[in-house]
């Protein structure tokens, strides 16, 4: 980038920046650090957030008061205004996901903005060098809400995989309305063609139902295997599971205990402000694949302090679709809880886990060698204003191979309190290589006697082979 260009660029996005953080990064750039990512608008502007105090690495990519929108023209604007279908102001972002390219190509950041209520222009899109958000594939895909079921109508969560496939799992309402099916859709980024799109079927949806996090299993024999895929959503508020068999263009649900939420846990108090929410299934994360064995899926409701885990094959088993009760016994909390509650969270290829906390609000890890206990819970970085909710979280790896931490937070205190307003930062998009995260972290050295998953192989039986009957309101 020219001197030039980085100007202009630094400009406009220091434009909305703090200008106490502004004359840190001055200082900083002063001492020559340069440890900055591949990116190149970060190369020109992002400075280490060692400015919100020296234990925070984290840095932040970019940040926002209020997301605004590129429309295709002037007039497709004005129709969205008419129509609200833009509301400035009321967007929230809620997910992030990078896709690092190779060749002269930038990388790009992919954001979700789900539509909770009407007046989202675009509800998924990529962020430009000016922080200005542009629908994906394109605007088409996000016009006339509600009355595009081939477009995308709402999107909480993505997932980028390793054969530059993007999944989007379109939750297809409009705050409670469900406007159309909601719909698996992925993408090939090197064409951003639509390759793939799976309509779920009504028997593998309730009426409450909420489709806000996909996960993506991918096995094979080579990098370059790609077929065999299923992809995990958790289901918020429908308290349950969907699992879609890719090859196989089917799916099935699945519906357990532990996916709804703790009444006890359902009050949150984030900066201050205090708001209920009884969300089920939201954080979920994958364990390391090693050809030919069986992976866990960790998850967690929001409104809990529980983590549980469960073997995948409980979850492919398409025995599921005649009955969607898992068997009891197949899937597990830990017997420690968290302190506090957690939205997102992710596993590592080291088999560590990453995941926020409410209070302190925060990030910590804990590698999955150990014990699942605060003991072994580890602080990544702890800031009581930049860090309020992480609700996105993503392990990326880059061109080098090295793997990298991608958190979206959005306090969403505000967003439930009405508070939110413009004149202050409210969403943030942090990243930094793991490397960087774990020098000298307690979670990269785990006691050697113990392998990746053992305390999750520890509560899971090998085979759920209790007898096990599921009640039902009838029975009364
Ligand atoms: C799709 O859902 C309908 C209505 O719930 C059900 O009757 C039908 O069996 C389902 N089809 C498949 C393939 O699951
Ligand atoms: C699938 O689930 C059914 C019912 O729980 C069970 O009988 C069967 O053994 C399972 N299949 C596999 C391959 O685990
Ligand atoms: C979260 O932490 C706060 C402060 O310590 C505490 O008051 C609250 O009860 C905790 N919430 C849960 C669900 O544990």
């Not at 922080?131 to 509600?146: E, F, M, R, V």
């Not at 429908?238 to 939420?261: E, K, P, Q």
């Not at 290829?349 to 014990?371: D, K, R």
């Amino acid at each position: 980038m020219t001197t030039l260009r980085q100007n202009r660029v630094c400009r406009s996005l220091f434009s909305q920046y703090d200008p106490h953080l502004l004359d840190i990064y001055k200082a900083e750039m002063a001492y020559g650090i340069e440890r900055f990512f591949l990116l190149s608008y970060c190369l020109a502007c992002c400075w280490p957030a060692l400015s919100f105090g020296a234990k925070n690495n984290l840095r932040i990519v970019k940040q926002w008061s209020e997301l605004e929108f590129r429309f295709p023209s002037d007039e497709a604007k004005q129709r969205a205004l008419e129509n609200r279908y833009y509301v400035p102001g009321s967007s929230v972002p809620i997910d992030v996901d990078v896709h690092h390219r190779s060749g002269g190509q930038m990388s790009r950041i992919f954001i979700s903005n789900p539509r909770f209520d009407e007046g989202r222009p675009v509800t998924l899109g990529t962020v430009d060098e000016d922080g200005l958000i542009s629908g994906y594939p394109d605007y088409s895909w996000h016009d006339n809400q509600g009355h595009n079921c081939n477009g995308m109508t709402s999107v909480f969560r993505v997932a980028i995989d390793r054969c530059s496939r993007l999944w989007v799992m379109d939750a297809g309402k409009i705050g409670e309305n469900q406007v159309c099916p909601p719909q698996l859709l992925a993408f090939d980024l090197n064409s951003d063609r639509l390759i793939y799109r799976h309509v779920v079927n009504a028997s593998n949806y309730i009426a409450t139902s909420l489709f806000i996090n996909p996960v993506v299993d991918v096995r094979g024999e080579d990098p370059n295997d790609c077929s065999d895929t299923f992809v995990y959503v958790a289901d918020v508020s429908g308290f349950g599971m969907l699992i879609v068999d890719v090859i196989n263009d089917r799916s099935w649900r699945a519906t357990h205990n532990l996916m709804y939420a703790y009444p006890n846990r359902g009050t949150f108090t984030i900066d201050g402000e205090t708001f209920d929410l009884m969300d089920g299934i939201l954080g979920m994360a994958l364990s390391p694949y090693s050809y030919g064995q069986d992976r866990f899926l960790y998850f967690h409701a929001l409104a809990s302090t529980v983590e549980n885990v469960v073997r995948t094959s409980v979850l492919r088993n398409d025995s599921l679709i005649s009955n969607s009760n898992v068997n009891r016994y197949a899937i597990n909390a830990f017997p420690e809880e968290r302190p506090n509650q957690s939205a997102a969270e992710a596993m590592d290829s080291n088999g560590i886990l990453y995941f926020g906390l409410m209070e302190p609000p925060g990030i910590f890890c804990w590698n999955s060698a150990t014990e699942y206990s605060p003991r072994n819970f580890h602080q990544i970085s702890i800031n009581k204003e930049t860090l309020q909710f992480a609700s996105g979280m993503k392990i990326v790896k880059n061109r080098k191979g090295e793997e990298e931490l991608w958190i979206m937070t959005c306090s969403f205190q505000r967003v439930m309190t009405g508070s939110l307003s413009s004149d202050r930062v409210n969403f943030r998009i942090h990243a930094e290589k793991l490397p960087i995260l774990l020098k000298k972290s307690a979670c990269s050295m785990p006691p050697s006697e113990n392998s990746i998953g053992y305390h999750a192989e520890r509560i899971s039986p090998d085979i759920p082979y209790y007898h096990f009957r599921y009640g039902a309101v009838s029975y009364l």
